[in-house]
Nanobody, 125 residues
Framework: QVQLVESGGGSVQAGGSLRLSCAAS????????MGWFRRAPGKEREFVAAISWRGDTTSYADFVKGRFTISRDNARATMSLQMSNLNPEDTAVYYC??????????????????WGQGTQVTVSS
């Protein structure tokens, strides 16, 4: 059973940047689509970004386009989310997830079978 571990969360001021990483143990990521989701306080979990298994296709939620960049390194079994120009509305717990095998980027959370424990991102104004 693959285990996903996020890292890189923290506290920043509005306009700042953070880079989240997701690593896998007990399994591989290289042939699976991957994604990032987040849950803000009092809100439902929502899609942030996703990447195809090859890493050649990405998908973003409208509210992060132009600010966040998802990438992956299949050789190192890692995935990253570079977040720039953060604002307080980005405050949430961010989760990485492993999606379908040999797939393009997926928006719907119900197709993701493995999830990390989450990492907190707090943006102050």
């Amino acid at each position: 059973q693959v285990q996903l571990v996020e890292s890189g969360g923290g506290s920043v001021q509005a306009g700042g940047s953070l880079r989240l990483s997701c690593a896998a143990s007990g399994g591989t990521l290289s042939t699976w689509a991957m994604g990032w989701f987040r849950r803000a306080p009092g809100k439902e979990r929502e899609f942030v970004a996703a990447i195809s298994w090859r890493g050649d296709t990405t998908s973003y939620a409208d509210f992060v386009k132009g600010r966040f960049t998802i990438s992956r390194d299949n050789a190192r079994a890692t995935m990253s989310l570079q977040m720039s120009n953060l604002n307080p509305e980005d405050t949430a717990v961010y989760y990485c997830a492993r999606g379908p095998r040999l797939s393009g980027p997926q928006v719907e959370s119900n197709v993701y079978a493995s999830w990390g424990q989450g990492t907190q991102v707090t943006v102050s104004s």
